[in-house]
C-alpha cells in the first residue's frame, strides 16, 4: 500500500503537453499518459535530439515550468532553441502556457494540496505577467484608433473592475490592434484578459484590419470618420495599383507605411477605388477623395512629428483645409518654429492663439504678395469649378483696389469688380501691358508720356475711369 500511494500521485502530476527533464537534465515533452499496467503509468516522451517518443516511469520525471524554458516545439513538431527575447514574445507560446498552467492549479485543487494549489497559483501569476508584457504597442497602428474621454476612461475602468474583462483583446502576431484602453486599464488593475489571434498576411493587411474594425463603430466623430475612410481609400488605392509587397513606400521610425507626393496624392485617384471605397462607407466619391488628401495631409505632420499628433489634430478645431495648408509647408525648414509653435497651441486648445500662428503661417508661405493700386493679370491655376464670370475674365488685366484676409478684390475692364486668391494673380510690368495694345494706342501713349511710370499710372486711369 505504501508503494501504491507514491505511484498515485505521480499519475497525477502529469498531462499530456507538459515539458519535462530526466536525471540527465534532457529536455522533453510528455505526449501521452497510458498505463500499461493497473496502477504503473508510463509516459511517452520525445526528447531534445530524439526522433521517436520513448516511454518513461514518471517517477523519474520532474516538470519543468514554461517560464524556465529556452526551447519550445515548433509548428513542424521539431525541438528549437529560443533566445532570450525571443522566449519572452512569444505570445502564443505563452498564452498555450497559461492553459496548462491552469490544468494543472485544477489537478492540484482535486488532490486538496495547499502548497501545491499555492505554489500553481503563482506560477500562474507570474505567467499572466508575462503575458501582459509579451504584448506590444505599436505607435502607429494606436493612432489609427481614437482616444476616450477622460470620463469615458473611467466608466471603462469602473466596469472592469466590477465585471472583469468581458472583451478580448485582439493582436496580431504580439503586435495589439483592438483593445487598448482594455489592456492599459487592465494592467493598471492587475485584471487578466482573453486574447484573440488575428492573421494578417504583412503590416498593411494589419493596418486595414484596424480601419475597417473602426469604421463600423457608431461612437466616432465626423473628423474621425473622414481620417478612416481616407486611410482606407488609400490603402485600398494601392491593392489596385498592384502588389503592395513588391512596391515602395514612405516608412517613418514607427514603421507606418503611406503613400506621399508633393501634390497630396489624392488628384490622381482611381475613380473605380474611389467608388469602391464610397458604396463600403455609403458618402460620394467626392467626400472619398477630399477625405484622402486629409488622411495623407494627417499622415505627413505626424512623420514630422510623431504618431500622438494624429488624435490632436483630428480632435482640435482645425478645419481640413487648415490641416492641408500646414502639411503643404511642413518639410520646409523657415516654417518649423512656426508650426511647431501652432500645433503646441492646438495641444492646450488655446484658439486665437493658433489661428495667429495660421495667419502668421500664410504670411510666410504666400507665393505672391501684392499691394494695393498694382497691376495684375488673372490666371487661374485650377481650370476646373470655374463660374461663367471667372471664365469670361480670364487672362484679363485689372488693378487691386483691396486686401483682403486670404485674397484681393480686383477692378477689371468695363467696371467689373472680382475676388481672386493670389495664386490666381500674375504681376504685370506696364511694358508686357502695353503689348496688348494696340500698335496705334501704344504709341499715342509713348508721345503723350515720356516714362515707364507715367505711362503705367495713365493704364490705371483708363482701367478705373472705364465703364
Known sequence: MPKQSTQTPEKHAFTAGDYVRNGSSRPGLILELVELKPGYPKAWVRWEGGQFPVAEDPKDLKIIEPWALDWRWNKENQLVRLHDNKKCHDLEFIVRELELAFKRLAQARSRKDPEDIKDKQEKIAHLKDRKAKAIVIDEQFQSLIPPLSAEEKSQLEENLKENGCRDPIVVWGNILIDGHNRFDLCKKNKLDFQIEFVECVDRSYAHDWIIKNQLGRRNLS?????NLRGQMYISTKSTHGGDRKSKPKT?????????????????????????????????????????????????KICHHFGQEWRSVIIDSKLTKTQTKEIAKHVEKEECYEIIESLLDHVYHKDRSEYQRDYKTLLSMVSPKQFEQGQLVKLQFTHKSGLTEVQKHCEREFGIIVEVLEHSYKVKLLKDRELQVKAEDLQGVPVVTYCVNFSAEEFEKLCDRFGSAGEIEEEIKNLLLECD
Not at 222 to 226: G, I, L, R, S, V
Not at 258 to 267: C, F, Q
Open 222 to 226: 465626423p473628423e474621425w470618420m473622414a
Open 251 to 299: 516608412e517613418n521610425s514607427s514603421g507606418n507605411s503611406y503613400h506621399l507626393n508633393e501634390n497630396m496624392g489624392a488628384e490622381k485617384s482611381s475613380g473605380k477605388t474611389a467608388k469602391e471605397v464610397a458604396t463600403q462607407c455609403g458618402v460620394t466619391e467626392k467626400t472619398i477623395r477630399n477625405d484622402a488628401k486629409f488622411a495623407e495631409a494627417i499622415d
